[in-house]
């Protein structure tokens, strides 16, 4: 073998010894797992995720033969259902009836921004405007009964005061799922906390969330 054949033989078993090396330090390197070791956010994120799945599937409902919406009661999921309201303007529904109060007509939701008169007139065949049962007031609206002294949970619908009509006019809440939570709550007794609403067939976290702002049991 002449020096040349030697060294490209050297040469050779360097690069093989550089190349095992690397596929060596490749191979036992720390690879990050997965997903992260703590768990703990996962017990939300299931829950979180089925609600965001049936808000959305609500959202994409069609308005069934004769339903009508109330601007006042629905929340924003609900709202998106009427034509030409999509998630964006039925937050802004929201924030309008949060800070007017009770909305008396159809006309005024002209000074929602993004609402005009063709939507106007897309949405008013499927708009209801009732008028608010006694002691009921959104967060937000200014009325003279607010927070009055001696007045438990004043400007809110009370669960365990609230007749069955009352309460079917919460989102969510029909004349079947309303005849029940009145059902239980003669039978049962009071509810202490609007979770404990849970123990009516019908009602779930989704549902709760909803009506969260709009009730109370105090």
Do not use: Q
Request: hydrophobic share 45%.
């Amino acid at each position: 073998m002449n020096p040349d054949e030697r060294r490209a033989l050297w040469v050779s078993v360097g690069v093989l010894l550089l190349a095992s090396v690397l596929r060596f330090g490749w191979e036992v390197r720390p690879v990050p797992p997965l997903f992260p070791p703590d768990t703990s956010a996962y017990a939300t994120l299931l829950p979180a995720t089925e609600a965001a799945v049936a808000d959305e599937a609500r959202r994409r409902t069609p308005l069934a033969p004769g339903e009508r919406i109330d601007p006042n009661l629905a929340d924003a999921v609900e709202l998106a259902r009427l034509p030409g309201v999509g998630p964006a303007l039925s937050d802004r529904m929201v924030a309008f009836r949060k800070d007017r109060g009770w909305i008396r007509s159809a006309e005024e939701l002209l000074e929602v921004a993004g609402i005009g008169a063709a939507t106007l007139e897309r949405m008013r065949p499927h708009l209801a405007f009732g008028t608010p049962p006694p002691g009921w007031r959104h967060p937000g609206a200014n009325t003279a009964t607010a927070g009055a002294p001696g007045a438990p949970g004043a400007g809110l619908l009370h669960l365990n005061r609230a007749s069955a009509g009352e309460l079917e006019r919460l989102p969510g809440v029909g004349p079947a799922l309303a005849a029940r939570i009145v059902h239980d709550r003669a039978s049962n007794g009071p509810f202490p906390a609007l979770e404990d609403l849970a123990r009516v067939p019908g009602i779930g976290p989704v549902l709760l969330e909803r009506i969260r702002s709009m009730v109370t049991v105090d």
